[in-house]
């Protein structure tokens, strides 16, 4: 029986969408790495050839190949799909992320050990210009990519690192949710103004590092789903737990996805296959039926309570992510079904899942003295709850709902009121809400964002970065942007 390795998210770089590189003309630097943490070459499901090498500073150099034989490859851009005998690289977790623009490669392949050297010419999104040169490595074992004959030791180590990786990159894109949502929604005044005045363009950096932080995320879903799968191949059990949490965090990347781009790629596997290198764009409804066919495998297989599982999640909150699902799509009764009779406590807001930001230095201004984001919590569940009862003509168990949340905000209960007034109120509940990653898509689904923030229709999605879209021949621009 394997040992048991514990996802312990605490809620965090591998970019499935790239961007090309810059005109910058400035001398490179030569990076040095030091290769001697671990390193590994595997075949993949394509037939090509995939080179880890992380080093002991964290960073992560990947190096792909288009085919597993020996000889002499060149680097291309990152941006290229690749023809025969060509390579592409990157350098992940370090201050900047860093692609190939050119270089050789010289590979040797013998009783399936892998040996060689590279020289690589490389460049981050911002135009900075680095080299590496004449590295070698010796004597890495070849093996087909998450196959059973995969020594555990190397299983773990997968595992640990994307478990790791998923960890920090989920934490930066709530730290970017956290500014879009409290700016986008007019609730701070001062500083970034294009967010603020509702007017982000295309080729908005701060637009890109959204966009990409999402699909960072998901590239480490991805990896530890599949490492998973092969670890507790005896044990379906725990494998159908781990999985269902790591698809939990799928559909919550997604579904952000939804509510601030629309369409978007759909990426459900790793390694990607080549079309994944010009991913095709998804429409919204697409999307929702994987996130539903993610949560709806969650809440099979993973504990209803933390009792059973008190590092990872449970079923309420695989539930709370559908509901939102459901409400944007207007399935009320859904929603209610979801909520209302799931063992959740309508008579506690203590129910939550956070992002713990307590000593990160990465939340500054405004958001310096927040130490936690919730995801979920029972505030948020109520006012979804409270909408869709109103939505489906409940009106009494709306208002049940609401005046569980007025009575925690210090307000007085109402009785008797009709739709338009209790839409007003639930609306003001709504903005009693602290800082966090919820209004925006609340607004949305109740209607009101377009009068609360003074927008058009274009802008209740925000626009395709202008990168993606040079880099992706299959990207498409949303609507007026």
Sequence with gaps: MKQIIPLVFLFSIWITSCTPESSNEEAKETINLDLSAVSYASKTKTNSLHLGFRTLAGDELSIETSDTISGAYTFVSYANALEAKQAVARIQNS??????????LELVIKDSLISGQFSIAMQSDNGTQKEIENQEFKNLKLEDYVSDQ????????EISSARYHLNENLKALVR???????????QLDVGFPEIRNNTVKPSSKTLLDFWNKHFQVIRYVNTLKASLHTYYDDDAYQMNQKIAEVLCYRAYVYSSLVNWFGNSPLLLEFPLAPSDRYPIFHNTEEIQAQISKDLEFAIQNLPETKEENTEGLTQDFAKFLWAKIALSQKKYSKVITLLASN?????????AYKVNFNGDQKLVG???EIEEVPLANNSQLMLLLAEAYAQNNQLTQAIEVLNFLRKNSGLDEVNTVNTQEFHQLLLAQLKQQPYGVF???????????KQELGIEDYQLILPIPQSELDYNINAKQNPNY
Excluded: C
């Design 95 to 104: 201050k900047e992320d860093y692609k190939s623009t050119s270089g050789i």
């Design 150 to 157: 995969n020594p555990i030791e190397f299983l773990e180590q």
């Design 176 to 186: 970017s949710q956290l500014v879009y949502n409290t700016y986008y929604t007019h």
């Design 343 to 351: 063992g959740f406590d309508t008579n506690s807001l203590d129910w």
């Design 366 to 368: 405004f958001f310096s």
């Design 439 to 449: 209004r925006f898509f609340m607004l949305k689904s109740m209607g009101a964002a």
